[in-house]
């Protein structure tokens, strides 16, 4: 059984940074293809960014391209979403998930087959 627990959401005001955590247990992080997606109030689920299988490629949404990064620790079986330089339109509820499917790389939420329970993240001054 595959379960993955984020932590690390909370309070931050605009400029500040946070790091959410994703713990993947059941199966080896390398295996999956990693993402990070996100629903703000009123709005639809949205990609924020993946980590691939194996060596790992990046990919990022527009909207966070230079102020996020995605990181993986095998050793610990997680992966990482670094924000720096948060904005009030970042508030959310931040999900990890895990697509089995690594002969492509999934941007859509429905491609996605394990998911986080969800940490908020709030960014208010």
Known sequence: QVLLVESGGGLVQPGNSLRLS???????????????????PGKEREFVG????????????????G???????SAKNTVS???????????A?????????IGNTAFAAEEYDYWGQGTQVTVSS
Do not use: H
């Open 22 to 40: 994703c713990a993947v247990s059941g199966r080896s992080v390398t295996t999956f293809n990693m993402g990070w997606f996100r629903r703000a």
């Open 50 to 65: 993946v980590i691939t299988w194996g060596s790992g490629t990046y990919y990022y949404a527009d909207s966070v391209k």
């Open 67 to 73: 102020r996020f990064t995605i990181s993986r620790e």
């Open 81 to 91: 979403l670094q924000m720096n330089n948060l904005k009030p339109e970042d508030t």
């Open 93 to 101: 509820v931040y999900y990890c998930a895990a697509d089995r499917d």
